[in-house]
Nanobody, 125 residues
Framework: VQLQASGGGSVQPGGSLRLSCVAS????????VAWFRQAPGKEREFVAR????????YYAESVKGRFTISRDNAKNTVYLQMNSLQPEDTAVYYC???????????????????WGQGTLVTVSS
């Protein structure tokens, strides 16, 4: 069971990036998937989540209207399209697969059992 995040890089403010999270060893479609991020010196925070079918999505207020989470279960992949990037979006971004039978808040890291290695996004002029 493995998740691999990719697509990070350096962009100027106002730019865009698309992150990908590819699963191997299991069917990602059986799980809700979230993106979290961790900026230097800060705690990891929730960014977005998508249900297993893709029918429900949730976003942190700070990224709503700028980021879009989507998935292609045939490709075992979840995406995070990030537009209008700002310096405060600079962080390591992690994808995570939901923990089975978890009944707490899905904004919490505790709700996720499978984590990718992270991909760095740097927004700077």
């Amino acid at each position: 069971v493995q998740l691999q995040a990719s697509g990070g890089g350096s962009v100027q403010p106002g730019g865009s990036l698309r992150l990908s999270c590819v699963a191997s060893g299991f069917s990602l479609g059986d799980y809700a998937v979230a993106w979290f991020r961790q900026a230097p010196g800060k705690e990891r925070e929730f960014v977005a989540r998508i249900s297993g079918s893709g029918g429900s999505t949730y976003y942190a207020e700070s990224v709503k209207g700028r980021f879009t989470i989507s998935r292609d279960n045939a490709k075992n992949t979840v995406y995070l399209q990030m537009n209008s990037l700002q310096p405060e979006d600079t962080a390591v971004y992690y994808c995570a697969g939901s923990r089975p039978y978890y009944s707490g808040s899905f904004y919490s890291q505790d709700g996720y059992a499978y984590w990718g290695q992270g991909t760095l996004v740097t927004v700077s002029s």
